[in-house]
Nanobody, 120 residues
């Protein structure tokens, strides 16, 4: 069984910064990809940033130049450094990972979500 646990959400003023963390634990054989999605009220869940096996990264156009994704492969963790935050970044942020588990093969896992509110 694999679990994803996020941390680092909260309230921040426009122009501020936050750092999200997500830790994967359990019967992990290999982490194929880890990253972040977000969902604002009334909107569909959307990609923010993903980090793939081999170091490839992908960002939503709306966050390029402001957000940076990074991974600690030894700890099975992924981070999202968010700078120059805007009100439209307000959403619930979810950690997503494609993990090959020793007892269940490869599948997608989601974290429980963490709220980020950008407001003055």
């Amino acid at each position: 069984q694999v679990q994803l646990v996020e941390s680092g959400g909260g309230l921040v003023q426009p122009g501020g910064s936050l750092r999200l963390s997500c830790a994967a634990s359990g019967s992990i054989f290999r982490v194929n990809s880890m990253g972040w999605y977000r969902q604002a009220p009334g909107n569909q869940r959307e990609l923010v940033a993903m980090s793939y096996y081999g170091g490839i990264t992908n960002y939503a156009d709306s966050v390029k130049g402001r957000f940076t994704i990074s991974r600690d492969n030894a700890k099975n963790m992924v981070y999202l450094q968010m700078n120059s935050l805007l009100a439209e970044d307000t959403a619930v942020y979810y950690c997503k990972a494609n993990i090959f588990a020793t007892d269940s093969g490869a599948r997608v896992y989601w974290g429980q979500g963490t709220q980020i509110t950008v407001s003055s």
